[in-house]
């Protein structure tokens, strides 16, 4: 099988290639987290997904475009979709 990479002059941002990858490939591992010794897998539909969350919640407390946000925590998964 032929993998095809997104074309990074038309996916010039992350957001775009997220959405990209989410739609070409929903179902395939995006990212794992070893969590009490568990692997926990994440597909790019799931990142997708998660990442939306987040945006939604953060115009929901009032952050616009242009505004500056500062993401504090540990090394999560959360952390990489913030």
Request: hydrophobic share 45%; proline share 4%.
């Amino acid at each position: 099988m032929a993998t095809e990479y997104a074309d990074v002059v038309e996916h010039d941002t992350f957001p775009k290639l997220l959405l990209h990858n989410a739609a070409r490939w929903p179902g395939e591992v995006a990212m794992r987290e070893k969590e009490f010794g568990i692997w926990n897998e994440f597909t790019w539909s799931d990142y997708r997904d998660r990442v939306r969350e987040i945006a939604l919640g953060l115009l929901s407390l009032g952050v616009r475009c242009g505004d500056i946000v500062s993401i504090i925590g540990k090394d999560r998964p959360e952390m990489v979709w913030g």
